[in-house]
């Protein structure tokens, strides 16, 4: 079976930093995705781990360590128009398995 | 480039009644199409994947069925609809060529279901 934890809400100010921790533990891995989701539309793509270490993208930056199950999206330099929802996603083969996401929302 | 495309966007049905929700791609060729269904405040249920006409799989038990009668055409039916059904239906598709599994989905469908 697939479970994928992650917190439910965080809040933050803007400019600040947020780390959204997602810890998996699934019968199948070949990657780790996180999409953003803003209310009302589509996820999209974000970040995408498949070997361990982080990833740099911007403002945002994944991390994944294979052996603890585990990952975290970093979002720097927190913007209005971050808030929304951020998803976990673990692959096996052709599927993706969610997490339930993360609102952030970040204050003025 | 490749393009994904749903509707309805939303869509109000009272219970017992049909559904048809309909997805298809443009810009690419055998591409795996799923469906999922998003509850209020909740994660992405996958419900249906397809890997080729007319080949579906289910994922969860449900009032739901999927059907592709085309290669670019993915669609969400139902005889006769449950207040549960109601949520956010998302179509979403990869390239089957590589094994890297983003998906690319479409705007969605708002279901309530009365």
């Known amino acids: 079976g697939q479970n994928i934890d992650q917190p439910t809400e965080m809040t933050a100010t803007e400019g600040a930093i947020v780390q959204i921790n997602c810890t998996y533990q699934t019968s199948g891995f070949n990657g780790l995705f996180w999409y953003q989701q803003h209310a009302g539309e589509a996820p999209t793509f974000l970040s995408y781990n498949v070997l361990d270490g982080l990833e740099e993208k911007g403002r945002f930056s994944s991390f994944l360590s294979r052996s603890k199950g585990y990952s975290y999206l970093l979002l720097k330099e927190l913007q209005m128009k971050d808030s929304a929802s951020y998803l976990c996603?673990?692959?096996?083969?052709?599927?993706?398995?969610f997490g339930a996401g993360t609102t952030v929302t970040v204050r003025a | 480039s490749q393009t994904i495309h749903q509707w309805p966007a939303t869509l109000v049905q009272p219970v017992g009644s049909p559904l048809s929700l309909e997805c298809t791609v443009e810009?690419?060729?055998?591409?795996?199409l799923y469906w999922y269904r998003q509850a209020a405040g909740r994660g992405l249920q996958l419900l249906f994947y397809s890997v080729g006409i007319g080949q579906i799989s289910s994922e969860v038990p449900q009032n739901l069925s999927a059907s592709r009668p085309q290669d670019r055409q993915f669609i969400l039916s139902s005889k006769k609809l449950l207040l549960s059904d109601s949520g956010f239906y998302l179509c979403?598709?990869?390239?089957?060529?590589?094994?890297?599994?983003?998906?690319?989905f479409g705007p969605g469908t708002r279901l309530t279901v009365l």
């Open positions: 996603a673990v692959s096996n083969d052709y599927k993706l398995s």
């Open positions: 810009g690419t060729s055998n591409p795996n």
């Open positions: 979403a598709w990869r390239t089957a060529l590589i094994s890297y599994n983003e998906q690319f």
